[in-house]
Every structure is written in structure tokens, then in C-alpha cells.
């Protein structure tokens, strides 16, 4: 009688099953938990911006005229490109400013029009800020459960 040593089909097919059911759970979790990393930097930015902004507003009784470049006229130097956001204001009224973070597709996006643009998150300012300014997440290509896993941390 042979003394056979090792594993069987049978033992080997359910291993790898095992292990599929593993990934298949662990995956969407893990990316989404990279996702929510990500977004945390956006909103770290955005805040700093958003600062700045309501003090622009105390010293100029305006949001007209702000510049938030790295050349413009708040008292930081923001970050408005990174790897994964593309930082933008839309156009200043003399009481609202709104400041959006979109998540880039790819790399080399530039813009937040850019095809497949996964999310932006918007930071609307209002008569110099005061209180806390209005935050959403708005969905992109990425769908809805990328802006319910953010949510909770713009509120």
C-alpha cells in the first residue's frame, strides 16, 4: 500500500473557494476605505481654503476679488492640484463663494469637466462664512455609494 502524502483535489478547490469568498468581501471594503483616506485630504484642503476665504471676507467685507491660486491674495498658499483633486472656485459674489474639490478619473486630468470625474465635494460659503459653511458630495461616474461613504464626514 503507497503511503500518498499531500492534498486532495477536493481540499485544494475548496481552499481557493475560501479564499475568493475573502477577496470578494475584503476589496470593496478596502476601497472604499482608501477612497474615504482620499477624500479626507480634499477636505483638509478645503477647509484651509474655506478659512482663508471668511478671513479675505472680514478684512474686505467681500468674497469679490478673492484668488485662491498660490499667487492669489489669501494669507495661505493652498494646495490646488494633488494626485487625486483638482481644487477650483467658482466665480465670487460679494456674499458667496463656492469652493469644489473634484476627484480626478486619471492622472493627468486638469479639470473638473473631465470624463469619468468620480465626485466633487463643495464647500459653499455664505455672507462671510459665518456659521458652518454648506458641505455635499456631489455624484459623479463613481455613483452614489462613494458620496454616502464621504458624507459623514462633511457633516
Do not use: H
Not at 86 to 113: F, N, Q, V
Not at 136 to 151: D, H, K, V
Request: with cysteine; aromatic share 6%; proline share 4%.
Amino acid at each position: 500500500m503507497k503511503n500518498n502524502k499531500g492534498f486532495t483535489l477536493i481540499e485544494l478547490l475548496v481552499v481557493v473557494l475560501i479564499i475568493g469568498i475573502l477577496a470578494a468581501i475584503a476589496l470593496p471594503q478596502y476601497t472604499k476605505t482608501v477612497e474615504k483616506s482620499r477624500a479626507s485630504e480634499a477636505v483638509l484642503n478645503l477647509k484651509a481654503i474655506s478659512d482663508a476665504a471668511q478671513r479675505y471676507y472680514l478684512l474686505n467685507g467681500t468674497y469679490v476679488g478673492i484668488d485662491i491660486t498660490t499667487t492669489g491674495n489669501l494669507d495661505i498658499e493652498p494646495t490646488l492640484n494633488t494626485s487625486n483633486f483638482i481644487i477650483s472656485a467658482g466665480t465670487p459674489s460679494a456674499t458667496a463663494l463656492a469652493i469644489t474639490a473634484c476627484r480626478k478619473a486619471a492622472s493627468g486630468d486638469t479639470t473638473c469637466t473631465a470624463p469619468g470625474t468620480k465626485y466633487s465635494i463643495v464647500y459653499n460659503l455664505l455672507s462671510g462664512g459665518w456659521g458652518s459653511p454648506a458641505r455635499n458630495c456631489n455624484n459623479g461616474s463613481g455613483g452614489s455609494t462613494l458620496c454616502a461613504s464621504i458624507q459623514p464626514m462633511l457633516n
